[in-house]
């Protein structure tokens, strides 16, 4: 049984994994600030006994010394608004979670000696010139747009640890996370699974942003998670950057196309402005993580959204 924190508890990722690390008997204590996370996602875990929940900001530079984080084997740093939404309404607390949070998730691990995973992003990748995109592609951001607190916070966090990594010798792994979905999105999330399902769902236009011809991949949080857990485990990632995301590239109208005939939806398919600065083009090279870890996702697109419809669907 390991002591494991996880950053980012009651948001999408964090929680799907707590809940996966409690069932196999680990004990898992969660930091979350409320801001896109959700109570009932944290009522859900307190049903497990080795689940213990602070409510605190990881910004907060006290949260080093917090009695309750120590001792600690392994830090999964979730925590950041991951939805475009949510960080552009949040520009500067964006990039403080990003920088100063993993500065000081980094310091708990470095003064625990545990291992700390980092969730970077595709969007480090910015609108990439290479495609796919391997890991030692260094990216296209635009740094004066309304997606660089994001990509720009993102990029820095990984220099956190690649100094803590380097400097110290903390044990650090980053995941450089594509597209993750399944119903454990928040419905008012505004990315474009939990969007186009819930629009299908409820009859209203689904809402395709710029012409539908930029792609994406989209991995199912299971197979997300896998990876993640691999990345820990695996000694061989320390110090590494893996890509983690399904290489099935799709366009956004396909996406749109394939919900709409999973859900067998009257919705009418309508064309919106294009979000400045939106890539054209995502796909993840995942060669190293197969190589390394052994790690591959295993659920088609059409699968893992024949789940999420079912779970939406008996939600509402
Ligand atoms: P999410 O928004 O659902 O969850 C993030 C959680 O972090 C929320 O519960 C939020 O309240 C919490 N949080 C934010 N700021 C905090 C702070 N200062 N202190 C404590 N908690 C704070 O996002 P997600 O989809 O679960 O993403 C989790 C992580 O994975 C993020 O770091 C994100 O950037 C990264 N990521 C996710 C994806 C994806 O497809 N889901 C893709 C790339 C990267
Ligand atoms: N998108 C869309 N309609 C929506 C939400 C998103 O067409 O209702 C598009 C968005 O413009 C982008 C893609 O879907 O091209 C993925 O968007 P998301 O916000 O899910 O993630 P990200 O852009 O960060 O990859």
Not at 19 to 28: A, C, I, P
Not at 132 to 153: F, H, K, L, M
Not at 184 to 194: I, P, Q
Request: with cysteine; proline share 4%.
């Amino acid at each position: 049984m390991s002591n494991i924190l996880i950053t980012g508890v009651a948001g999408f990722i964090g929680n799907t994994l707590a809940e996966n690390l409690l069932e196999s008997g680990h004990k898992v204590t969660g930091i979350d600030n409320g801001y896109t996370g959700r109570a009932e996602n944290i009522i859900k875990l307190s049903a497990y006994r080795n689940f213990h929940y602070i409510e605190y900001d990881v910004t907060d530079d006290s949260v080093i010394n917090h009695p309750s984080l120590q001792p600690i084997k392994m830090i999964y740093h979730l925590a950041s608004p991951a939805s475009p939404k949510w960080y552009q309404a949040a520009p500067f607390e964006t990039i403080t979670v990003n920088t100063l949070g993993t500065k000081y998730m980094l310091e708990l691990a470095k003064i625990n000696d545990a291992k700390l995973l980092y969730s970077s992003t595709s969007e480090i990748y910015g609108n990439p010139n290479q495609h796919p995109q391997e890991e030692s592609y260094n990216g296209n951001v635009n740094t004066w747009g309304p997606r660089a607190c994001y990509d720009e916070s993102k990029r820095l966090g990984e220099v956190y640890c690649y100094l803590y990594h380097s400097l110290y010798n903390t044990k650090v792994t980053v995941a450089r996370i594509f597209n993750s979905y399944s119903a454990g999105l928040w419905k008012k999330d505004g990315r474009v699974m939990s969007n186009f399902v819930m629009q299908a769902l409820k009859g209203e236009d689904i809402t395709v942003y710029g012409d539908g011809k930029q792609t994406r991949t989209f991995c199912y949080v299971e197979d997300t998670i896998a990876g993640l857990k691999k990345m820990m485990t695996n000694e061989i990632a320390n110090g590494e950057i893996f890509n983690i995301g399904h290489p099935q590239e799709y366009t956004i109208t396909e996406v749109a196309e394939l919900v709409k005939s999973l859900t067998h939806s009257s919705s009418t398919i309508v064309y919106k402005d294009l979000p400045v600065d939106d890539p054209q083009k995502r796909c993840p090279d995942i060669t190293k993580a197969k190589e390394l870890l052994g790690w591959q996702p295993k659920i088609s697109l059409i699968e893992g959204l024949k789940r999420m419809i079912s779970e939406y669907r008996n939600d509402l």
